[in-house]
């Protein structure tokens, strides 16, 4: 997978849920804090966002728009800025309603929410860096690949068909990788033409843009964290990630740490550890196969390193998993 994908899937737990909602003026709803992430689409009418961020205005939405809300702060929607909020209340199995309307009188609003459980002990750089909404507004010829997702969802959301429960969560997936392709799109100015891709001569360091939206952007260190992630077993050293690059060892070294935030071999360590946590949350391999793909030939140099980068050996870690799932 790619390195977007990679995020992704390196702190998805469990599965998404989502909702097609019709509210009456005046209507109010509250989302407590969560652990994973959520988003809101107003397919039809109006609402606001009533951010718990300090300092946040209420946010205007209107058809087509979408909100991200990337941290799982609690917040609210409404008809109006001082509308009441009635808590939002899960089904009896824990799970969203799919679709549910409300009694009224008033300007009809048609909703789709949703909402990601996400292991933030692991949270991906890429995504921790999100503010606390993402918004895209709705505009003529922006994010068509999202608009065709969100239609196709609340199309499978208002009248079911067979196959929608796997639709429903592909559909969500899908949408969780728009949203974000489209933010980091539109964060970081136009990528460079590839002849000035190469560090200059006399380039000082700083000189490109930080950030992981930068760094998907810099062809340069994209294509390291390409390698990275397309073979995390591997023994890189920075002089090949740097050729990768098309870059010298010591520019390349310069520029990956201060785009992406860390040395490039410090994020192969981080990524590995991430990749087998994730192969032990979600496969029965043995763990020796699972210090071979994180880049372990001994599996006690591996359940050493284990454990200082999660606090708890491996088969502790993965028992601790099943445990959860049980409950």
Not at 126 to 141: F, K
Not at 193 to 201: L, M, N, S, T, V
């Amino acid at each position: 997978m790619d390195v977007l994908s990679d995020a992704i899937a390196a702190m998805r737990t469990g599965h998404p849920h989502s909702s097609r909602t019709t509210k009456h003026a005046p209507w109010g709803m509250g989302f407590g804090a969560t652990r994973g992430a959520g988003f809101h689409v107003v397919l039809q009418g109006s609402a606001w966002l009533l951010s718990a961020a300090e300092g946040a205005e209420p946010l205007a939405l209107g058809p087509g728009d979408v909100v991200f809300l990337a941290h799982g702060r609690g917040h609210g929607l409404a008809s109006a800025p001082d509308a009441h909020l009635e808590e939002f209340v899960l089904a009896p199995d824990g799970t969203w309603p799919r679709t549910w309307e409300s009694a009224g009188d008033g300007a009809a609003t048609v909703l789709l929410c949703g909402a990601y459980q996400l292991d933030k002990a692991r949270a991906h750089p890429l995504l921790a860096e999100l503010p606390e909404v993402v918004h895209l507004p709705s505009r003529i010829g922006e994010h068509a690949h999202l608009r065709a997702a969100v239609e196709l969802l609340g199309a499978e959301l208002a009248d079911p068909q067979p196959g929608s429960d796997a639709v429903v969560p592909a559909l969500l997936d899908t949408m969780l990788l728009y949203i974000l392709r489209a933010w980091w799109l539109r964060e970081q100015p136009a990528q460079q033409p590839a002849q000035q891709a190469a560090e200059q001569p006399g380039e000082q360091p700083g000189q490109h843009p930080a950030g992981w939206a930068a760094a998907l952007r810099d062809p340069a260190v994209r294509a390291a964290l390409y390698a990275i992630h397309d073979d995390p077993a591997r023994s890189w050293t920075v002089g090949e990630l740097g050729e990768r690059a098309g870059l010298s060892r010591a520019p390349f070294a310069r520029r990956f740490a201060a785009t992406v935030g860390s040395p490039p071999l410090a994020y192969l360590t981080w990524w590995r550890m991430t990749t087998a946590g994730r192969l032990l949350r979600e496969e029965d391999l043995p763990l020796r196969q699972v210090a071979e793909r994180a880049g372990y030939t001994s599996e006690f140099a591996f359940s050493k390193a284990f454990k200082r980068e999660f606090g708890v050996a491996p088969g502790q870690y993965r028992r601790g998993v099943v445990r959860k799932a049980r409950v």
